[in-house]
T-cell receptor, first 119, second 109 residues
Framework: GAVVSQHPSWVICKSGTSVKIECRSLDFQATTMFWYRQFPKQSLMLMAT?????????EQGVEKDKFLINHASLTLSTLTVTSAHPEDSSFYIC???????????????FGEGSRLTVL | AQRVTQPEKLLSVFKGAPVELKCNYSYSGSPELFWYVQYSRQRLQLLLR??SRESIKGFTADLNKGETSFHLKKPFAQEEDSAMYYCALSYSSASKIIFGSGTRLSIRP
């Protein structure tokens, strides 16, 4: 099946620094990728939709200047947490849909997640 | 607003017993609904989708528009079914998917 890879899987940083998380579709092209955030023992919260070649669309309440998303190619989307603070510590998960399957098939392929800890 | 509700955080049943994980949704349009599963130390993966009307690993789910429900069922639970189950709703032209809070299914031997 389709594989989505995230890197790094685990990162610790100091408060005030920026952290970049990469999401790659390894064996398919994805015009759309989604970024989720998951707090401990809670569900996945959709943060934004990353569109290849255009600006990301953010969900209500998500700061676009805080969480910068770039989708420069059909296989790579990046999430940069700028000026990170301890409250940004969380598990960030990306997902992608195979471009060839279109938007109606529905299935998302998920990355393994990236755990961010801000000290 | 769109919403997916899974009322049970934890469901524990004995092996061989029937299983039903509840899911209700709120959406004014025509919904596409899914069940995703996350086994221990693995990533989230699709279990089944309502448009396929298929049975995967013995699980089925029927969309009931009148009750706005999409409950997941299996007649005889197996130990390997122990996992976290998420009900999900797809909406908008971008086919965004939002998730319920999840139900942890624990199968006792």
């Amino acid at each position: 099946g389709a594989v989505v890879s995230q890197h790094p899987s685990w990162v610790i940083c100091k408060s005030g620094t920026s952290v970049k998380i990469e999401c790659r579709s390894l064996d398919f092209q994805a015009t759309t990728m989604f970024w989720y955030r998951q707090f401990p023992k809670q569900s996945l919260m959709l943060m934004a939709t990353s569109n290849e070649g255009s600006k990301a669309t953010y969900e209500q309440g998500v700061e676009k200047d805080k969480f910068l998303i770039n989708h420069a190619s059909l296989t790579l989307s990046t999430l940069t947490v700028t000026s990170a603070h301890p409250e940004d510590s969380s598990f960030y998960i990306c997902s992608a849909r195979d471009r060839q399957s279109g938007t109606s098939s529905g299935e998302l392929f998920f990355g393994e997640g990236s755990r961010l800890t801000v000290l | 607003a769109q919403r997916v509700t899974q009322p049970e955080k934890l469901l524990s049943v004995f092996k061989g017993a029937p299983v039903e994980l509840k899911c209700n949704y709120s959406y004014s349009g025509s919904p596409e609904l899914f069940w995703y599963v996350q086994y221990s130390r693995q990533r989230l993966q699709l279990l089944l989708r309502h448009i396929s009307r298929e049975s995967i690993k013995g699980f089925t789910a029927d969309l009931n528009k009148g009750e706005t429900s999409f409950h997941l069922k299996k007649p005889f639970a197996q130990e390997e079914d122990s996992a976290m189950y998420y009900c999900a709703l797809s909406y908008s032209s971008a086919s965004k998917i939002i998730f319920g809070s999840g139900t942890r299914l624990s199968i006792r031997p």
